[in-house]
């Protein structure tokens, strides 16, 4: 059976002056597109939205004249509730989350609501599930991105910055490789370049790999490479034409309830909101960014409000949220285990001395202190350079410890 390719639609749109006329809390609206009912929850500057459609039956919500805080939405079919500040229903009591829709806003101060469709597209094509020997999937870390897993047989590569600068000459690698980091990129069957950004796959055309066999993969489908592996690319919520975070299956999976059991590996690298926020729940292990400071703002600007104790509060706040969001997601998602990567980079070059010393980056302890406190069962991992982790040993174990057996090499 042919999988069709996941779409991000438009269902919804509103320009600037309709954008200005949303009161605080819930507005219901309804779309000329597909004539569709849809609700915006306005909480100062930022917007929450979903359908009008009831997880029960399908029915209608109006407003909750009961509901004070202006929060709540009751169903006109049965009487279901739906806080849509958290998107949970309230009635029946820890049941139901309701679907969000991406909320995007334009620079011209309009709006969009936009649906993933399909939004959970591993749930596709269930296989058996088999147990992982000693040995059979070993995941290793050789700098910034870029990880080498070893699934059976095959070797799959993400994101090889291993020489040089990128982004011209701002930023440099934290980590240097293990010395036979090229030998291993040469040697792999599958590399995946998560998005054109030079520190993901600089230098790979003076490297002696030969890029004969480009694939570029449709969102959302299973893509087999043998009998065991396969893997499922998937777009960003907020920047759908530049970043992807993709899905590696290994040995099937399987549902219970809506929580995967089997073996994934997810990597949503340097995505805002990895596939409009809707990802596999309880996956093995689970790697993404941490740091934050990628971007020249606000450090490269100057005069007016852009003074040192401004930038210093605003980079401050931007990286406290970007950790408590990393470890959100985690505590949301439990993954088995999580590996904070895709941050080690420094702006080593001389003229760029005022932008490393006050563009201050999260640490990957910080963030795994954080997992640690929210989400105890999940095992936090980070690795240096040529760290290897034993997949099949570390998930045999459930102390929730990594053990010295599931890892080699420095720790
Ligand atoms: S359809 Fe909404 S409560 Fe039944």
Redesign the pocket.
């Known amino acids: 059976k042919k999988m069709a390719s996941q779409k991000a639609q438009v269902v919804l749109f509103l320009d600037a002056k309709a954008v200005d006329s949303l009161q605080e809390g819930i507005n219901f609206k309804r779309s000329p597109v597909n004539d569709k009912s849809y609700i915006i929850y306005k909480n100062r500057s930022s917007f929450k939205a979903c359908k009008n459609q009831?997880?029960?039956?399908?029915?209608l919500f109006i407003k909750d004249i009961e509901d004070l805080d202006g929060r709540t939405v009751k169903?006109t079919?049965?009487?279901?509730k739906l806080n849509l500040l958290t998107m949970k229903y309230i009635n029946p009591p820890d049941s139901f989350i309701q679907d969000e829709l991406e909320v995007e806003l334009l620079d011209d101060g309009g709006l969009q609501l936009v649906e993933l469709n399909p939004p959970d597209p591993w749930m596709a094509d269930p296989r058996e599930c088999l147990v992982l020997k000693e040995g059979e999937v070993k995941v290793t870390y050789l700098t910034h991105a870029c990880m080498e897993l070893q699934l059976g047989e095959r070797r799959f590569m993400f994101d090889p910055w291993l020489i040089g600068p990128a982004f011209a000459r701002g930023w440099w690698l934290f980590h240097e490789p293990p010395a036979d980091a090229l030998d291993r990129l040469c040697a792999a069957d599958l590399i995946y370049i998560s998005h054109m950004h030079s520190d993901h796959l600089r230098y790979l055309e003076q490297s002696q790999v030969k890029l004969t066999n480009i694939n570029v993969v449709p969102f959302g489908v299973w893509k087999n490479v043998d009998e065991h592996l396969r893997f499922m690319i998937l777009m960003d919520g907020i920047h759908p034409e530049l970043d992807t975070c993709i899905i590696i299956d290994y040995k099937g999976h399987h549902f219970k309830a809506l929580t995967f059991a089997g073996h994934m590996i997810l990597n949503t690298v340097d995505c805002t909101r990895p596939n409009g926020g809707r990802l596999p729940k309880g996956v093995d292990l689970m790697m993404s960014d941490f740091a934050g400071g990628a971007s020249g703002f606000p450090m490269t600007f100057y005069g007016g409000k852009y003074s040192d104790s401004w930038k210093a509060h605003f980079i401050k706040k931007e990286r406290k949220r970007l950790l408590s969001y990393k470890a959100e997601l985690v505590k949301t998602l439990e993954p088995r285990i999580f590996c904070p990567f895709a941050g080690y980079f420094v702006e080593a070059h001389p003229s760029d001395r005022y932008i490393r010393d006050t563009n201050i980056k999260n640490s990957a302890e910080d963030l795994n202190a954080l997992i640690n406190i929210l989400r105890p069962d999940t095992v936090t991992w980070t690795p240096q350079p040529g760290s290897v982790l034993d997949l099949g040993l570390c998930l045999r174990d459930h102390t929730n410890r990594l053990v010295p057996q599931t890892l080699y090499g420095p720790t």
Request: charged letters at 20%; aromatic letters at 10%; a positive charge.
């Open positions: 009831c997880k029960h039956q399908g029915g169903c079919k049965h009487n279901w």
